[in-house]
């Protein structure tokens, strides 16, 4: 009765500032599609409006419309899955629930706080152009929670011939008056994801992705000409130090140079390099073997910005106080 009596006269905050989240999908596993599309079309109607491969997931997946939410049928590439696990334990049926947040960094960062243990190490880009995280189903009831932003279009693929170890170029525009990004990766899995970076940096300044294929060694050059900027601020992952410092030495386009997650052998690269761009910036991990490499580096050369950040949302917000306070070439 006490308690009863407590939640009546419990202040609740205002309801205008709650954006409540809300069922985006169901997601089913199953082993045969095909066979579940069929009966969808038979008794509702329904068909798959978007498929996709997730060779990073090892799933194919396909969307179904369901009214306020959506049907997403997960069906593994092979054994290794961690849908062909699911499969063998649990049979096909119900995967995952996913809500749609407003702020997937905000609800990531809370859900940690609270004590939950995410899958996942950091929000990352999921199906259907969300960027998404899991929560360990032991903590909820073993039912697999899914949490995901709606990511809206920004980055479109650049047509035509690319320079060689390019896989694909994707361009957000933006206001000429201001530098552009070029964002060169050959990861897998970026951070900061390259869609949300560019929807925080667009309008304002226009940025282009490029994925280079694995072991390539990419000519950033080329990629500036595609970009037709007078100038560039660079964002370069998993890509060799030297070559980049280089390219930024001898290509006077080339204002700003930020690379992140730069390993062991990076690190001692940039500790023996002499002369080092004045505007750049070195973002790891906050492991203690990178804050002791970023230590010695930083007694080499105390002029570089170096900063030990994991969580993607403020990765992105440093990048773009980052650029933000660099003299801009374009305004020149």
């Given at each position: 009765?006490?308690?009863r009596?407590?939640?009546?006269h419990?202040?609740?905050p205002d309801?205008?500032a709650i954006?409540m989240?809300?069922?985006d999908?169901v997601?089913?596993?199953?082993t045969?599609?095909d066979?579940?599309?069929?009966?969808?079309?038979?008794l509702?109607?329904?068909?798959?409006?978007?498929?996709?491969?997730l060779e990073?997931?090892?799933?194919h997946?396909?969307?179904v419309?369901g009214g306020?939410?959506?049907?997403?049928?997960?069906e593994?590439?092979?054994?290794?899955?961690?849908?062909?696990?699911?499969?063998?334990?649990?049979?096909?049926?119900?995967h995952?629930l996913?809500f749609?947040?407003e702020?997937?960094?905000d609800?990531?960062?809370?859900a940690?706080?609270a004590?939950?243990?995410?899958i996942d190490?950091?929000?990352?880009?999921g199906?259907?152009?969300?960027?998404i995280?899991?929560?360990?189903?032991r903590?909820t009831?073993n039912?697999?929670?899914?949490?995901?932003?709606?990511a809206?279009?920004?980055?479109?693929?650049?047509k035509?011939?690319l320079?060689e170890?390019i896989?694909r170029?994707?361009?957000?525009?933006?206001?000429p008056?201001?530098t552009?990004?070029?964002?060169?990766?050959?990861?897998?899995?970026?951070?900061?994801?390259?869609?949300?970076?560019?929807?925080?940096?667009?309008?304002?300044?226009a940025?282009?992705v490029a994925h280079?294929e694995p072991?390539?060694?990419?000519?950033i050059?080329?990629?500036?000409?595609?970009l037709?900027?007078?100038s560039?601020?660079?964002?370069?992952?998993d890509?060799?130090?030297?070559?980049?410092?280089?390219t930024?030495?001898?290509?006077s386009?080339?204002?700003?140079?930020?690379?992140?997650?730069?390993?062991?052998?990076e690190?001692?690269?940039?500790?023996k390099i002499?002369d080092?761009?004045?505007?750049?910036l070195?973002i790891?991990?906050?492991s203690?073997a990178?804050?002791r490499?970023?230590s010695?580096?930083r007694?080499?050369?105390?002029?570089?910005?170096?900063?030990?950040v994991?969580?993607?949302?403020l990765r992105?917000a440093l990048?773009?106080q980052?650029?933000?306070?660099?003299?801009?070439?374009?305004?020149?």
């Amino acid at each position: 009765m006490r308690t009863r009596q407590a939640n009546r006269h419990a202040v609740l905050p205002d309801q205008a500032a709650i954006t409540m989240p809300r069922l985006d999908h169901v997601g089913i596993a199953t082993t045969d599609t095909d066979r579940i599309l069929e009966v969808l079309r038979d008794l509702l109607d329904e068909s798959s409006y978007l498929s996709e491969t997730l060779e990073r997931d090892g799933i194919h997946v396909s969307f179904v419309s369901g009214g306020t939410a959506q049907l997403e049928l997960l069906e593994a590439l092979d054994e290794t899955s961690p849908v062909a696990r699911f499969l063998r334990k649990r049979g096909s049926g119900l995967h995952h629930l996913a809500f749609e947040v407003e702020d997937i960094d905000d609800t990531y960062r809370r859900a940690r706080e609270a004590g939950y243990e995410p899958i996942d190490p950091a929000p990352r880009p999921g199906a259907g152009g969300k960027t998404i995280f899991f929560l360990h189903p032991r903590q909820t009831s073993n039912v697999l929670i899914e949490f995901c932003s709606r990511a809206e279009p920004c980055l479109a693929p650049v047509k035509g011939a690319l320079p060689e170890g390019i896989q694909r170029v994707s361009l957000a525009s933006g206001s000429p008056t201001q530098t552009p990004c070029l964002y060169v990766m050959a990861s897998s899995s970026p951070s900061p994801d390259p869609h949300r970076l560019a929807r925080r940096l667009t309008p304002e300044r226009a940025c282009m992705v490029a994925h280079i294929e694995p072991g390539a060694s990419p000519d950033i050059t080329a990629l500036i000409d595609m970009l037709g900027a007078p100038s560039v601020h660079l964002l370069v992952q998993d890509l060799s130090a030297k070559t980049i410092l280089h390219t930024a030495e001898t290509d006077s386009r080339i204002h700003a140079v930020i690379l992140t997650d730069p390993g062991p052998n990076e690190f001692e690269t940039l500790r023996k390099i002499r002369d080092i761009p004045k505007h750049l910036l070195v973002i790891t991990p906050d492991s203690e073997a990178d804050l002791r490499a970023a230590s010695v580096l930083r007694a080499r050369h105390a002029a570089i910005a170096i900063a030990a950040v994991a969580d993607p949302g403020l990765r992105i917000a440093l990048i773009e106080q980052h650029l933000a306070t660099q003299s801009d070439p374009a305004q020149s």
